[in-house]
């Protein structure tokens, strides 16, 4: 059972970044892949959840109208489109495998290592 998530780096306020994570080994009972974040000095927070099979995404707050989720056609691999960035979204952001559609991250038993975002000019 395996996540890896990539695809952070820098960019300047108002640009995007595409992050990946790859998935593997997961039985079908783990349909939702999370994207959560943490800042610097902060907790860490719900970004989106997506489901694997339909693809079909949900956002929080923070996340509706910026960032977009997606997945690939075998499903193994999930997409965070992030865009029209802030200062105030430069984090870590993970990915997470969970069995219940959710955006608690203690419905989350599978974490990948993170990817670092840092939005700066």
């Known amino acids: 059972v395996q996540l890896q998530a990539s695809g952070g780096g820098l960019v300047q306020p108002g640009g995007s970044l595409i992050l990946s994570c790859s998935t593997s080994?997961?039985?079908?009972?783990?349909?939702?892949i999370g994207w959560f974040r943490q800042a610097p000095t902060k907790g860490r927070e719900a970004v989106a959840y997506i489901i694997k099979r339909v693809g079909r995404t949900y956002y929080t707050d923070l996340a509706k109208d910026r960032f977009t989720g997606s997945r690939d056609a075998a499903g193994t691999t999930v997409y965070l489109q992030l865009a029209s960035l802030k200062p105030e979204d430069t984090a870590v952001y993970y990915c997470?495998?969970?069995?219940?559609?959710?955006?608690?991250?203690?419905?989350?038993?599978?974490w990948g290592q993170g990817t670092l975002v840092t939005v700066s000019s």
């Open positions: 080994g997961f039985t079908l009972d783990y349909f939702a």
């Open positions: 997470a495998a969970s069995n219940i559609a959710s955006v608690d991250e203690d419905d989350y038993h599978y």
